[in-house]
């Protein structure tokens, strides 16, 4: 009766080890798999200023000894959005800060306003973002200095 005690024992103690390692993987592979809409959810609103950063096609925002990853979701990575962005300049970015990353609202550079996403974090790419379906001309915008996600044109 002992032997089976101390057997029923050992394989709860190897069950529970194995349930709390599943879950500590399972943590570690979110933590590296930061998306934008982790780090709205996440987040804070906040605004930082520093230089912009292009490596390997992502963009940075690097804050004295501080590196944020900036998190610009679609309009990041189509090619048109972020042409005006410049390796180097300057910037305030205004938007959900989560550690070291940010998803921005906006991005101030230049004198030019890029803008990702809504005051409460949906993003402009999505169909029912602000100003998805605006019917302001482009060159309305250009002129307010305004981009709503686009810069062609510019």
Known sequence: MKRLR????????????????SFAQANVSEEEEITGNFVVRQGQQGEVSGVLK???GEWYL?????VYE??????GHDGVTTQGLKDGSGA?????????????????????TYSFRAEDGRPLWAGRGNNAA?????????????????????
């Open 6 to 21: 101390v057997v029923l024992l050992a394989m709860l103690v190897l069950l529970l080890g194995a349930v709390a390692l």
């Open 54 to 56: 292009l490596e390997k």
């Open 62 to 66: 690097i804050v004295g000894s501080r």
């Open 70 to 75: 900036l998190h610009l979701g679609m309009f």
């Open 92 to 112: 305030l970015v205004k938007g959900f800060i989560y550690g070291d990353h940010v998803s921005p609202i906006l991005i101030e550079s230049e004198g030019i």
């Open 134 to 154: 605006s019917t302001l001309p482009e060159e309305a915008k250009r002129n307010e200095g305004y981009l709503w996600g686009r810069n062609s044109g510019i």
